[in-house]
């Protein structure tokens, strides 16, 4: 109770009241959020659900055009699919692989950054030629030359079962040099501080320190970098679906249902790819918008 | 029997222009329960005998050479790891500045658990309990209430305290306090000095007092060591070096304090400035800035002799009783 009042008293809270485009993208995300979370629930149809699907709902416009159905609200795609139901499951599929992703991420970047700035020397060095050498290649190459090696590697079996997995590591692999050098630099300056020279003094080992003193100081930053790499992650996985190595159609993300939609783009039936393409448009601009305020406002230089 | 010997220590610091020998045949002993001041100018190597003795010199340094020996163990050549038990456990340190000592995102009670649970086998609820204890014995008020609060809701007096208490709280025989009150203001700093006076009395604890502060070593030291350019000038019991110093610049340290009584125009000092690391001069490292300087002083090292009450090296220190 008492927390919770001082979180809402708190300079964050302040400024976030003080920045309508922080509140704005704020209500954005959790809307989307929200509808993706509780798409199996709140969807109007589920596309999945062969049975309910009937070809003769096919191809239909929006609810604003002539030939409206208002039980489609958005209309729907070749087969008889609702759109808005396809829009909530696939943000749900979007969201849940980039989240994985950049958990993954950050659990490699942020172990290896804090090894190499605090043990530093030669550790240091190879840490970080590994990570200058990864950040040599566009990040979304390094998905998709991944995804590529471990389609040949696995059986044909295995692939369909990990598909998610593979597109979430791939992914997170690209993505992890970026929070190991910003916890590598902001580790490298904690360490000189005199509260970890004190953790040495009182005796408590290097793994330790790192856990529970160096981690919580350098969170913040890596925090920030977190959120607008979750954005980046939904584009990402996008663009692999997009290109036709990402989920299998049985499981449309964003990216799929855009790819699918651009086919019906040049024969008038617009909706099938641009109501995807203005959600994902959105999500990621939102959460971008966020992300800079976050930055913005935990940054005590820039108040 | 010392609870700590330092024998002849030599610190050293490889660099490019060759090797810097930061401290050089520095010996001295504390007794149990006995406080020694250590005093010097900045760069004097004060602090880095302390970080030397709790094994935290930070590298390239390391000790070239002589012994450490805590409670007849040898320190200077332990592991890592061995060494790690023996820090915090038996030997605690104080640093000087209580608003960066403390991690800014733990609460201070668990800065003590975590300290004390490292060392010993404790209870969560046993922990806390000694934690509030500890704070209570260090003057916090209202300690248990404020056990979890995180250390900007103290000020730098109370900081410091809890900073003491960290460093006491699992036992250590020796602590080793690198300038505790320098960034405190001063009716503070006489606080904390009286508050580690009690607690070394009490708990039996030797306590290594790094300080350029002449008038903290005075009211709080038995013995004084004065060190200069990485050596030891003098040492003894913190009245006769006071009262009556032996080597020319524990007289010129002194003689730079300003006294209330007497109205000088102008503060005494020792002219000149301590010679840097690769540039110690021949023979006795003061003699360029001593005002008694001899041939003898330019071509020999003095090494520390007895005078009639302390400890010199210098040559001229016993002509002068004669």
């Known amino acids: 109770m008492n927390a919770l009042q001082r979180f809402l008293d708190s300079d964050f809270i302040y400024s976030f009241k003080r920045n309508p485009v922080a509140m704005v993208s704020f209500g954005v995300v959790v809307l989307v959020v929200l509808a993706a979370v509780l798409a199996p629930w709140i969807a109007p149809h589920n596309p999945f659900d062969l049975a309910s699907l009937n070809l003769l709902d096919s191809l239909k416009p929006p609810f604003f055009q002539t030939d409206g159905d208002p039980s489609f609200p958005l209309g729907t795609d070749d087969q008889g699919r609702d759109v808005l139901s396809g829009i909530m499951y696939g943000t749900r599929i979007s969201l849940e692989v980039a989240i994985l992703a950049i958990g993954f991420s950050l659990t490699v970047g942020i172990s290896v950054g804090l090894i190499a700035g605090y043990v530093g020397g030669s550790v240091d060095a190879v840490l970080m030629r590994i990570v200058d050498v990864q950040l040599t290649f566009p990040a979304i190459l390094v998905a998709l030359l991944v995804d590529g090696v471990v389609r040949a590697v696995l059986p044909p079996s295995a692939q369909e079962a990990l598909q998610l997995d593979v597109i979430v590591f791939a992914i997170g692999i690209s993505r992890w040099p970026q929070f190991a050098r910003t916890v590598r630099g902001s580790t490298m300056i904690e360490r000189g501080r005199d509260y970890v020279m004190a953790a040495r003094v009182i005796g408590i080992s290097s793994p330790r320190i790192m856990a529970t003193h160096i981690l919580p100081n350098v969170l913040g930053p890596v925090l920030v970098i977190a959120t607008l790499n979750l954005g980046l992650a939904v584009l990402d996985e996008a663009t692999l679906s997009f290109l036709g190595v990402g989920l299998p159609p049985t499981e449309p993300s964003l990216g799929t249902l855009i790819r699918f939609g651009n086919d019906f783009l040049f024969s008038g039936e617009w909706w099938i790819t641009i109501f995807p393409g203005a959600t994902l448009a959105v999500m990621v601009l939102s959460i971008n918008l966020l992300g800079d305020w976050l930055r913005d406002a935990l940054n005590p230089r820039l108040r | ?322």
Not at chain 2, 203 to 224: K, N, P, Q, W, Y
Not at chain 2, 251 to 280: F, K
């Open chain 2, 1 to 322: 029997m010392a609870l700590l010997d330092v024998i002849d220590l030599c610190v050293e610091f490889p660099t490019r222009r060759g090797i810097l020998r930061a401290l050089d045949g520095v010996s001295f002993s504390i007794d149990p329960g006995e406080i020694l001041g250590v005093v010097g100018e900045s760069g004097a190597g004060k602090s880095l005998t302390g970080a030397a003795i709790i094994g935290l010199l930070e590298p390239p340094g390391h000790v070239a050479g002589g012994q450490i020996v805590f409670d007849g163990k040898r320190l200077d050549n332990l592991s890592q790891e061995e060494m790690r038990a023996i820090r915090g456990r038996h030997i605690g340190a104080i640093f000087q500045d209580p608003l960066t000592t403390l991690d800014p995102l733990m609460s201070v009670g668990k800065q003590l658990i975590e300290t004390m649970q490292t060392h010993m086998k404790l209870s969560d609820r046993d922990a806390k309990a000694r934690a509030v204890q500890w704070l209570e014995e260090v003057g916090i008020p209202a300690a248990s209430e404020r056990v979890f609060a995180y250390p900007h809701q103290f000020s730098g007096g109370m900081r410091q305290r809890v900073v003491i208490a960290l460093a006491l709280c699992a036992e250590p025989r020796l602590v080793i306090a690198d300038e505790p009150t320098t960034a405190l203001d001063v009716s503070i700093q006489a606080q904390i000095i009286t508050l580690m006076k009690r607690l070394a009395a009490d708990h039996g604890t030797s306590i290594m007092l790094v300080t350029h502060d002449m008038g903290v070593i005075a009211e709080t030291c038995d013995r004084v060591a004065v060190m200069y350019a990485g050596r030891i000038a003098e040492i003894g019991p913190v009245e006769n070096v006071v009262r009556s110093p032996h080597h020319p610049y524990t007289e010129g340290l002194m003689g730079s304090i300003p006294s209330l009584e007497a109205r000088v125009e102008r503060l005494r000092q020792i002219d000149g400035a301590m010679p840097r690391l690769n540039a110690i001069p021949k023979g006795c490292a003061f003699n360029p800035r001593c005002g008694k300087v001899i041939e003898r002083c330019r071509e020999e090292r003095p090494v520390l002799l007895p005078t009639a009450t302390t400890m010199a090296a210098c040559f001229r220190a016993n002509e002068e009783a004669a």
